[in-house]
């Protein structure tokens, strides 16, 4: 190995651990953009090829764009606030059952809006529900983080990292639901099990019931109807195999304009709220995995599942296992690039390349910088006055990942 290379690691490695324990209490996307300079800077990586990594991402930077347009209007015209009413008094002053509710609309989100829409657009309107009924808004918040990861494969839609994985062609959907239909369900079921375990005290008791309900708002209709546009466009976007950031970013844009112009408001005064540190951030990690694979790194992954391939349940079982613990250690955004791109070197069977599916989505819900999705939760959260570190993530995740991921991984190996 030399010189350059190893310093390609060295920086790579650095700016991850970064990304992780944040230094400084700095912002993620500082390190991961520090990182991709440092590569550039130091002559290990020449402008172009980090310019055409940056470019690689512009599909997951339109899709982040769309759906925090369409979260931040909805924020602000009142819709969380009803959504979390309506939640509070169907929990009938249950901490437990607006547990289970909280856990029921996160699958039906992540589903049909994905993961990133459940970090996004629900986290906030948890937040809420607890805020009203007067309950530790912890255990309900970690079931969005949770379920985001737990039901992203659900659907193709219900995770961008799938599309990542299989390079934007996508298996029909009667293929789909025959390989991850009892994945999914092991997955959704086992976690919220162990989660409910974890936090049974906390979710012990009443809480308050037969609050408020304010009257929706004509904005918070709209910002509702477009929520409900952009999950039927996803829909018809996947069937025909089509990218879906740039009909996501058109959805939230006329969403967040249609709305400031009934409520006659600046649509700069949404912009404003809009937490555009995690674009740079995404892409810095996409020039870090375009550096790791300028090393020979990729080309090694690929030898690995070509050799797995002689036993493809056993691969399978494996290779999801090493993917699901390796997407904490550099983000499933971009584990699941460099697996695409070695999957599309080695060829292996499709038993595998769903195995290494079920751990790049599943596998983040160990660590809170596991995945983007957990890192937008994080800043939804962190907005509202609340923060979760490392250790505290890694404490439920550790209890609650590793038996789910077991759970699919063994589901999808039986269905063969």
């Known amino acids: 190995m030399n010189t350059a290379t190893l310093a390609t690691w060295a920086i790579c490695t650095a700016a991850t651990a970064a990304v992780i324990a944040r230094p400084l209490r700095w912002p993620e996307a500082i390190w991961a953009v520090t990182g991709a300079a440092l590569l550039v800077v130091a002559g290990l990586m020449p402008f172009g090829a980090a310019w055409h990594a940056i470019g690689k991402g512009m599909d997951v930077y339109l899709f982040l764009i769309g759906m925090m347009l369409l979260s931040e209007t909805a924020r ?22 607006l547990f289970l509710l909280v856990y029921a609309t996160g699958v039906v989100t992540t589903t049909f809006l994905s993961n990133d829409a459940t970090a996004v657009v629900l986290t906030p309107a948890v937040f809420a529900a607890a805020k009203k009924a007067r309950a530790e808004p912890l255990p309900l918040l970690f ?166 391939a002689a036993d493809p349940a056993k691969g399978a079982a494996t290779a999801g296992t090493i993917l699901a613990f390796g997407s904490n250690l550099m983000n499933n955004l971009p584990a699941g690039l460099v697996a695409s791109t070695a999957v599309a070197q080695a060829h292996p069977p499709r038993l595998i390349v769903d195995g290494l599916l079920i751990g790049v989505d599943l596998g983040p819900n160990l660590s809170v910088t596991g995945s983007l999705a957990t890192i937008l939760w994080l800043q939804a959260i962190r907005r509202e006055g609340e923060d979760v570190g490392f250790w505290r993530f890694l404490k439920v995740g550790a209890v609650t990942m590793v038996p789910a991921l077991a759970a699919a991984l063994g589901a999808r190996v039986l269905i063969g």
Not at 76 to 97: C, K, M, P, T, W
Not at 242 to 252: I, K, M, S, V
Not at 281 to 303: H, M, S
Request: hydrophobic share 55%; aromatic share 6%; proline share 5%.
């Open 76 to 97: 602000e015209q009142g819709l969380f606030d009803r959504v979390a009413a309506i939640a509070v008094n169907h929990a009938g002053g249950s901490r437990a059952r």
């Open 143 to 308: 079931a969005c983080a949770l379920i985001a990861n737990a039901a992203s494969f659900v659907l193709p839609i219900s995770n961008p990292a799938n599309l990542v994985l299989y390079g934007g062609r996508m298996p029909p959907l009667g293929q789909w639901f025959g390989s991850f239909a009892l994945p999914s369900l092991a997955a959704i079921v086992v976690t919220f099990a162990m989660l409910r375990f974890v936090e049974r005290k906390n979710l012990a008791g009443d809480c308050a019931r037969d609050v408020d309900t304010a009257p929706m708002t004509t904005g918070g209709k709209a910002a509702l109807a477009g929520i409900g546009v952009t999950a039927l466009l996803l829909l018809a976007m996947s069937a025909f195999d089509r990218p879906l950031g740039l009909p996501t970013c058109l959805a939230g844009l006329a969403t967040t304009l249609g709305v400031c112009l009934l409520r006659k408001t600046s649509p700069l005064d949404t912009a404003r709220s809009v937490s555009w540190s995690v674009l740079p951030l995404v892409a810095g990690l996409f020039v870090l995995v375009e550096a790791l694979d300028r090393t020979g790194v990729i080309a090694a992954v690929a030898d690995a599942l070509r050799a797995m």
